[in-house]
């Protein structure tokens, strides 16, 4: 192992902090090293937002699924996948004019643009996640950002062509966090295919979450009535109520994105 090998191996996700504040200098080696992530075309589709107001914060711990620890955390970041920067400078560039005499269709950012824009902003969290580990922050990611868009946009001030998909928070850990133990990983062969992609036997499902039944189904978290770890996930993550809306706000930011008139 090397130092880094070693950061990355024993991160958890950090949900309780101590009140120290993470000072401005150590804020910002965790937003160079951010913005030094790789990204697509060299066109950074990407921008953080770090949310300072305590208000803010109070509004998104309800907000995004009622998770009071948002409120706590000494440093809040969304991120978020940005078109809306190149579009208004591609019209400040006279666009316009320059299809015309090119003979150029006029766009506006389509599917993959989208994509790429969240492998943007999804590499840049991921890098300050390890970077903050570095320097001893925990941290902790909150997909509920995605949840109520329209909340969001108006708390945020967020443009059409902006898509919150994620946000972290980050702190120094408690004692208690830091002892406590890191969560399962499904075993390589499950995840990790060489050359061409592997569908899943009932017998590998078996194998593949029996240490995970053993800790759901040995300490009375289990959802009632479930019988296993798939029928508990269904029901607990899948089918839940923040997961709806979870899909029913990523509807509306696409609808936003694709449908409203330019
Ligand atoms: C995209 C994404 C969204 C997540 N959203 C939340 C969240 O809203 N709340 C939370 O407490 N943890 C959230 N997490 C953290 C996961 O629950 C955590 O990574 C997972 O349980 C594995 O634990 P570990 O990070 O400690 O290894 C999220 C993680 C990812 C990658």
């Not at 993470?22 to 913005?35: E, F, G, S, V």
Request: with cysteine; aromatic share 12%.
């Amino acid at each position: 192992m090397n130092q880094t090998l070693d950061i990355i191996a024993n991160r958890k996700s950090i949900r309780a902090y101590e009140k120290t504040k993470i000072d401005q200098k150590t804020k910002d080696k965790i937003i160079r090293a951010t913005l030094r992530s790789p990204t697509a075309g060299n066109m950074m589709l990407y921008s953080i937002i770090e949310v300072t107001k305590q208000k803010t914060k109070d509004k998104l711990a309800v907000t995004c699924d009622h998770q009071p620890f948002i409120a706590k955390a000494p440093l809040v970041l969304v991120f978020l996948a940005d078109y809306q920067r190149w579009v208004d400078y591609f019209l400040a560039s006279k666009i316009d004019e320059f299809c015309k005499l090119q003979n150029l269709a006029k766009k506006t950012p389509q599917q993959g643009d989208l994509f790429l824009a969240c492998c943007d902003a999804l590499i840049a969290a991921q890098t300050s996640v390890i970077a903050a580990q570095s320097l001893g922050i925990g941290s902790c990611y909150i997909g509920d950002i995605m949840e109520n868009y329209e909340t969001h946009k108006t708390l945020l001030d967020l443009p059409r062509y902006v898509f919150p998909i994620t946000m972290v928070c980050y702190g120094y850990p408690t004692k208690l966090q830091q002892k406590r133990e890191l969560t399962q990983r499904f075993d390589p062969e499950y995840v990790y295919f060489k050359d061409t992609y592997k569908k899943l036997s009932e017998k590998d499902f078996q194998a593949m979450f029996k240490k995970r039944h053993k800790q759901i189904f040995g300490s009375r978290q289990a959802i009632k009535g479930a019988k296993n770890v798939g029928q508990h996930m269904y029901q607990k993550k899948y089918t839940a109520d923040f997961t709806a809306e979870l899909n029913r706000s990523v509807n509306k930011i696409m609808t936003v994105w694709f449908n409203q008139q330019p």
